[in-house]
């Protein structure tokens, strides 16, 4: 299960830890095991100091389609939750050293708002982001419903995230979300070019920089605990079930 996600360290990119996606017979769906080794590779991220930089990758065609819909029916008809997403949420929230992202078609509920925490997001023409968090009886999540608005507006923000809208890549990009659509042959190896770039400049400088940039994240990890308790919420109601089986029934 734990090679759903790989963590590698190319000798090509010094200083650069990937996180890849690698369950694409499932579009990348995110299980509980998948987030504890992401949890896992950003902590041992944070401490050591060969790593500088952290890029999240996908498979082509698609990033990820987002949680693994079958662990939400699991809670949704009497499972636990676990911590696991909650913890991948704080880890990701609270990284000390930069992280980015390339994008290639499907980015779905988590596999789009995971980006509003990366500090460079690529992604290919064909790119797709989507939230459809209400249309299955929940809420935003990742502290999304407080970055996206102030990212992109309330406007955009709602219809992302409460109208699940789609946005294509370059909406994405004039939104902000992303910083540059790049082919789609091109992604990964654009993506961690960046990445061996930032690993490249002055540590502390860089740290400074990215921290004054993003400022204090105590409000961004106040967010994210309040919406994972209307979250689990929502998991147990009447309403989230019925929408989870007649998604499983499709």
Same mark, same amino acid.
């Given at each position: 299960?734990?090679?759903?996600?790989?963590?590698?360290?190319?000798?090509?990119?010094?200083?650069? /830890?990937?996180?890849?996606?690698?369950?694409?017979?499932?579009?990348?769906?995110?299980?509980?095991?998948?987030?504890?080794?992401?949890?896992?590779?950003?902590?041992?991220?944070?401490?050591?100091?060969?790593?500088?930089?952290? #890029?999240?990758?996908?498979?082509?065609?698609?990033?990820? @389609?987002?949680?693994?819909?079958?662990?939400?029916?699991?809670?949704?008809?009497?499972? *636990?939750?676990?911590?696991?997403?909650?913890? %991948?949420?704080?880890?990701?929230?609270?990284?000390? +050293?930069?992280?980015?992202?390339?994008?290639?078609?499907?980015?779905?509920?988590?596999?789009?708002?995971?980006?509003?925490?990366?500090?460079?997001?690529?992604?290919?023409?064909?790119?797709? %982001?989507?939230?459809?968090?209400?249309? $299955?009886?929940?809420?935003?999540?990742?502290? *999304?419903?407080?970055?996206?608005?102030?990212?992109?507006?309330? /406007?955009?923000?709602? #219809?992302?995230?409460?109208?699940?809208? !789609?946005?294509?890549?370059?909406?994405?990009?004039?939104?902000?979300?992303?910083?540059?659509?790049?082919?789609? /042959?091109?992604?990964?190896?654009?993506? $961690?070019?960046?990445?061996?770039?930032? @690993?490249?400049?002055?540590?502390?400088?860089?740290?400074?920089?990215?921290?004054?940039?993003?400022?204090?994240? /105590?409000?961004?990890? !106040?967010?994210?605990?309040?919406?994972?308790?209307? %979250?689990? !919420?929502? $998991? +147990?109601?009447?309403?989230?079930?019925?929408? %989870?089986? !007649?998604?499983?029934?499709?």
């Amino acid at each position: 299960m734990t090679d759903h996600v790989l963590v590698e360290r190319p000798e090509a990119y010094p200083g650069v /830890q990937v996180i890849r996606f690698n369950r694409p017979e499932k579009k990348n769906a995110i299980t509980r095991e998948m987030y504890a080794k992401m949890t896992n590779a950003l902590t041992v991220a944070g401490t050591d100091p060969a790593v500088r930089v952290t #890029a999240f990758l996908g498979t082509p065609g698609c990033f990820s @389609a987002g949680n693994d819909l079958g662990d939400f029916l699991a809670v949704a008809t009497g499972g *636990s939750m676990g911590s696991d997403l909650l913890e %991948f949420l704080r880890a990701l929230a609270g990284a000390t +050293k930069p992280i980015v992202s390339g994008v290639d078609g499907l980015a779905i509920g988590i596999g789009t708002t995971m980006h509003l925490h990366c500090d460079l997001t690529l992604a290919s023409a064909r790119s797709l %982001f989507k939230t459809p968090f209400v249309d $299955l009886a929940l809420v935003p999540e990742a502290a *999304s419903s407080l970055l996206a608005p102030r990212l992109m507006g309330h /406007q955009r923000a709602f #219809a992302l995230l409460a109208a699940g809208e !789609a946005l294509e890549a370059g909406e994405a990009l004039s939104a902000g979300l992303i910083s540059k659509i790049v082919d789609e /042959q091109a992604v990964e190896e654009e993506t $961690l070019s960046l990445a061996a770039r930032l @690993a490249r400049k002055p540590p502390e400088a860089l740290r400074i920089a990215r921290n004054l940039i993003r400022g204090d994240r /105590q409000d961004v990890l !106040a967010r994210i605990d309040e919406e994972a308790k209307h %979250f689990a !919420a929502q $998991l +147990k109601s009447a309403e989230a079930r019925a929408a %989870f089986e !007649a998604f499983m029934r499709r």
